[in-house]
């Protein structure tokens, strides 16, 4: 569904992705994974075309998207949970989930199904939440809009192990209902719970990749910790 191939990219006349080549399958949840710097976010945003590729292809859908702007991609069905979350402190939870399209009412109900602990704080303000409900309302929030693909920037990141189970469950049960999920995580007990296949970042190039599994696993920690 998301094919990537030779992607370069980067900020200005620096180059940060050189020559990224990876795929994610209908069905699957595909695991980023590298250490600081590295070029994690920057891949993601380059999908996203937040950051201007500067050779390559990205296909989405058998479509070429390297032109698109990002609400375009957004309407194709890429939809994006940034690192920080991205909500708006100030607005409600409802008024959260509601500020792309007043359309989606009907949706809501059924993103209160993966995250219950939203349906409590429909009228709480955003700011006012702890980082692991902000990261359950902004997951909902991209999911309203019924993305093909979702992706999703280190949703785990400095948030309690009570809720990073919530996350996976939830992760569990959009890949069920026939979303494809790119990941940036470094927690890798995760990544064996839910991922489908790994590519490991270093330095913009991707230098290893593979199934997750049991057997993968060490070979993961290994590549994180050198
Ligand atoms: N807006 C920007 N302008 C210029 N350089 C940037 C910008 N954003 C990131 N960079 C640089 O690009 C490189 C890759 O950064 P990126 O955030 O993609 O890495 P990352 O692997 O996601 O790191 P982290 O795990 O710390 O989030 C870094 O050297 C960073 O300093």
Request: glycine share 10%.
């Amino acid at each position: 569904m998301l094919l990537i191939n030779n992607v370069y990219s980067g900020y200005a006349d620096s180059i940060v992705l050189h020559g990224i080549s990876l795929r994610v399958d209908k069905n699957s949840i595909v695991g980023i994974i590298g250490r600081n710097g590295v070029g994690k976010t920057t891949l993601l945003k380059t999908i996203l075309g937040i950051v201007k590729i500067k050779m390559g292809e990205i296909w989405f859908e058998e479509k070429l998207i390297n032109s698109l702007k990002p609400y375009e991609r957004a309407e194709l069905g890429i939809g994006y949970v940034p690192q920080g979350r991205g909500i708006f402190p100030q607005l409600t939870v409802a008024e959260n989930l509601l500020i792309m399209d007043k359309n989606v009412k009907n949706r809501i109900e059924e993103v209160f199904t993966l995250f219950p602990k939203l349906k409590v704080l429909m009228k709480r303000k955003g700011g006012s939440l702890s980082g692991g409900e902000q990261q359950q309302l902004a997951i909902a929030r991209a999911l309203i809009k019924t993305p093909k693909l979702l992706i999703l920037d280190e949703p785990t990141e400095g948030i309690q192990p009570s809720v990073v189970e919530t996350i996976v469950s939830a992760l569990y049960e959009i890949k069920k209902r026939g979303i494809s999920v790119l990941i940036v995580e470094q927690n890798l007990d995760l990544l064996l719970e839910i991922g489908d296949y790994y590519y490991f970042l270093d330095s913009g190039h991707v230098v290893d990749e593979g199934v997750i599994n049991e057997e993968s696993y060490p070979t993961m920690c290994r590549l994180l910790m050198v």
